[in-house]
């Protein structure tokens, strides 16, 4: 390629790389959407088989935390391709991402074991119509108040600040794009594993909330503010769940175990996931 190929492939190199994390985030919420509608059993969603629980987790994953992380990944991307001008060491972006991703997969996997755990120990605590409501509301409680943490004060300094993470941190080669990866992933998760509790408070099958969750990170990593954001979010979280533990039938959008939204999401996994040879349970010990 001639130099004035390669000034010009330069120029737009990032909007290239912009197009496809973007581009992959709309997929990926395309897919989701797809594969989810009609699947929300509020609060206690069971999370069906560890196999299609983990790819629909991985893309749900992408189509929330992609755009938030665009201006890493794109900051990422500028100095490996600075560095593949100069003939120096460097990493493609793509394990960069994918590396941010699996530690999001892993923080899923760890979600899905603490799941089954409580599942398995048989307990009718957590039905709808007994301590359920309670513990959604503490859930969500628990994540307002780790909105005003040092941790997530941290966490979210690194999310917002691309250059000084990349200046404080640089590694040279696959292992090291590897180890950044998984170093911004665990900032991020860090920072926004609050924001998930909330939406397997409130439904982790619900499109309604994983909207409404992917919405708050992006504003508070991203738009300019954002940091000042947690005190609001901490007062919002509290005041929701001190809501959904006193009167859980009047908050909008929140769908009821004690339902008939339960059977309806049942049969809808029964017909989307793999037959197991025994029929899907759906709703964590909880009767509609």
């Known amino acids: 390629m001639s130099t004035l190929g390669?000034?010009?492939?330069?120029?737009?190199?990032?909007?290239?790389?912009?197009?496809?994390?973007?581009?992959?985030?709309?997929?990926?919420?395309?897919?989701?959407?797809?594969?989810?509608?009609?699947?929300?059993?509020?609060?206690?969603?069971?999370?069906?088989?560890?196999?299609?629980?983990?790819?629909?987790?991985?893309?749900?994953?992408?189509?929330?935390?992609?755009?938030?992380?665009?201006?890493?990944?794109?900051?990422?991307?500028?100095?490996?391709?600075?560095?593949?001008?100069?003939?120096?060491?460097?990493?493609?972006?793509?394990?960069?991402?994918?590396?941010?991703?699996?530690?999001?997969?892993?923080?899923?996997?760890?979600?899905?074991?603490?799941?089954?755990?409580?599942t398995y120990a048989g307990s009718g605590f957590l039905a709808w119509n007994r301590g359920g409501p309670y513990v959604a509301g503490a859930a969500i409680a628990m994540a307002g108040l780790y909105e005003l943490t040092p941790l997530k004060s941290l966490c979210l300094r690194h999310c917002r600040s691309p250059l000084h993470f990349i200046l404080g941190r640089w590694r040279q080669g696959r292992l090291g794009a590897i180890r950044m990866g998984t170093e911004h992933g665990a900032y991020c998760v860090g920072c926004c594993w609050g924001l998930m509790i909330v939406l397997f408070a409130l439904g982790v099958m619900s499109l309604l909330w994983m909207a409404v969750v992917a919405t708050l990170i992006f504003a508070q990593k991203v738009l300019s503010g954002g940091e000042h954001l947690t005190r609001v979010f901490a007062v919002g979280f509290i005041s929701a769940g001190i809501w959904v533990a006193s009167a859980p039938g009047s908050v909008p959008g929140l769908t009821q175990p004690n339902s008939g939204a339960p059977m309806r999401a049942q049969r809808q996994m029964t017909l989307t996931t793999p037959s197991t040879g025994k029929p899907t349970e759906k709703t964590n010990g909880i009767k509609p």
């Not at 330069?10 to 395309?30: E, F, H």
Request: hydrophobic fraction near 50%; proline fraction near 4%; charge should be positive.
């Open 6 to 118: 390669h000034a010009w492939f330069r120029k737009r190199n990032p909007l290239l790389i912009s197009t496809a994390v973007l581009g992959t985030a709309l997929v990926t919420w395309i897919v989701t959407v797809q594969r989810m509608r009609g699947m929300d059993a509020g609060p206690g969603t069971d999370l069906g088989g560890l196999g299609w629980y983990l790819g629909v987790w991985v893309t749900m994953m992408a189509a929330m935390m992609l755009p938030s992380a665009a201006p890493m990944v794109l900051l990422f991307h500028h100095i490996s391709s600075e560095r593949q001008r100069r003939e120096q060491s460097f990493a493609l972006t793509c394990v960069f991402v994918l590396s941010y991703l699996a530690v999001w997969t892993a923080y899923g996997l760890a979600a899905y074991g603490l799941y089954r755990l409580v």
